[in-house]
C-alpha cells in the first residue's frame, strides 16, 4: 500500500470508497492522487509532501499529519477528528476564489503553530481544539463554529468574525479595531479578554 501512494512507485491515481488504517507514510511524498469519500484511521502523515492531490468528502480520525505540506492541493469537505494538524500552511494549498461554505473541519485536533492567513473559512468547524499560535489574520470565519476550543497565542487581526460563535473558547485575543465581530457569541468571564487589546485602563476592584 505504501508503494502505491508514494508518488515514484505509484501506479493508481484516483481512490474512491477507501478505508486506509494504521498506514506509516512518515516523510513521504503523494503526489497528483485523487482521494474521494476515503477514511484515514490511525495513520501516520507526519511531514509527508502532498503534491497537486485533490480530497473531496474524506475523513481523517485519530491522524497525525503534523508538518504536512499541502502546496496545490484542494480540500473539499474534508474532515479531521482526533488529529494532530500542526504547523501547517494552509494558504499553500488551492482555494475557490468563491466559496459560500469553508472546505475543511476540525473536531478534537491539535492546530498549533499553523497558518490560515486570508483564506475563505465561512461555516468553518474548530470543535473542543488546541489552537495555539495559528495565525488567521485576514481570514473569513463568518459564521464559523469554534466553541470549546483554546486559542492560546492565536492571531486575530483584520479578521471577519461575523456570527462566529465563540461559545466557551479561552485565551483567544481579537483585535477590536480592526476585526469585524458583528453578531458574533462570545461567554462571560471569557469575553472580558476583548478588551485586552483596546487602549483601556482595566481595574480589578478587588
Known sequence: MIDELCAENGKHKEYFDRIFEALDLSQETISTKIFE?????????????????????????????????????????????????????????????????????????????????????QEISIIECRVHNVDFREANLTKANLTHSD????????SNLTEADFTF?????????TSNITKAKFILPEAVSLLYGLDIELIDPT
Open 37 to 121: 469519500n476515503c477514511r484515514f484511521i490511525n495513520c501516520k502523515f507526519n511531514e509527508v509532501d502532498f503534491q497537486q492531490c485533490r480530497l473531496c468528502d474524506c475523513r481523517f480520525e485519530g491522524c497525525n499529519l503534523g508538518l504536512i505540506k499541502v502546496k496545490g492541493c484542494s480540500f473539499s469537505n474534508v474532515t479531521f477528528i482526533n488529529s494532530k494538524v500542526t504547523g501547517i500552511n494552509w494558504t499553500e494549498a488551492v482555494w475557490p476564489r468563491i466559496s459560500l461554505i469553508s472546505s475543511i473541519y476540525f473536531d478534537k485536533c491539535d492546530m498549533s503553530h499553523s497558518t490560515f492567513f486570508g483564506l475563505y473559512l
Open 169 to 177: 473558547a479561552d485565551n483567544y485575543r481579537i483585535d477590536l479595531l
Open 151 to 158: 486559542f492560546s497565542e492565536s492571531l486575530f487581526i483584520n
